[in-house]
């Protein structure tokens, strides 16, 4: 199992309740990255308070959250597990989402779904959200100076994918509400059209182009999160999924064009 990070919490903390939550939010990334696979077991009580450097009382309040998540399960006597997720039970065939106008469906969702994320988020953020949030962007910005899709430079393995998706979950997080980070867990990587389509030559735009404007949309959604600002963030989110959709349906039009 991958080692957990001792930095993954800001210092000088002082309040239980906020840093339980980093706690929640490192694992839940590491489970969404696949860092943490199901049947995983997580480090003692003892290993973890060592490496986040957290009192007992945060790590039962984290491990006590992400088994009401179902993120995970403790078994008496032989230590806490990653749980499988189960599949479809939103009642979305995530399989099923392959061509054009699937994903341009699913986009239809997110943007009602997102949009409401994105206010939420604003409102309810933590200091260490934000900075999470600011990580997965500044990942996604490495990613592209490195050549795109390419593992960031100081972030090895690392793509743009990835840091959009988890930037993505972040947002949902921050929500406080779970039921955001299950659906949009559930989702994965359909959250993100460039990683399920493989439509090479119909994209309108330079893939150094398209990602320089998909990284600035990002910028505004988290600019807004950290301004606390829940009607910019609402538009900004908006703005960017409403920008993907017609993306994706004018590489529908070329691609039907091209077919026909």
Known sequence: ??????????????????????VVEDINGRIRQSLLKPGDKLPTESAIMEQ????????REAISHLQASGQVETRHGIGTFVL????????????SIVTVRDVLAILELRISMETEAAWLAASRRTDAQAAALGEALADMGRALAAGGN????????????????????????????????????????????????????????????????VQREHEDIYNAILRRDPEAARAAMRTHLS??????????????????
């Open 52 to 59: 986040y450097g957290v009192s007992r009382t945060v790590v």
């Open 243 to 260: 920008n993907s959709r017609e993306r994706l349906r004018q590489t529908q039009q070329r691609l039907e064009a091209t077919l026909g």
């Open 1 to 22: 199992m991958s080692s957990f990070s001792a930095n993954a919490l800001p210092a000088g903390r002082k309040k239980h309740r906020n840093l339980a939550q980093g």
């Open 84 to 95: 499988e997720r189960p599949q479809g039970a939103m009642g979305i065939d995530t399989d």
């Open 150 to 213: 390419a593992g960031a430079a100081g972030a090895p393995g690392v793509t743009s994918v990835e840091a959009d998706v988890r930037f993505h979950g972040l947002v949902a997080e921050a929500t406080g509400n779970r039921y955001f980070v299950e659906m949009l867990s559930q989702l994965g990587n359909t959250l993100i059209p460039r990683a399920r389509l493989n439509t090479p030559g119909l994209q309108p735009e330079r893939p150094s182009d398209y990602l320089e404007r």
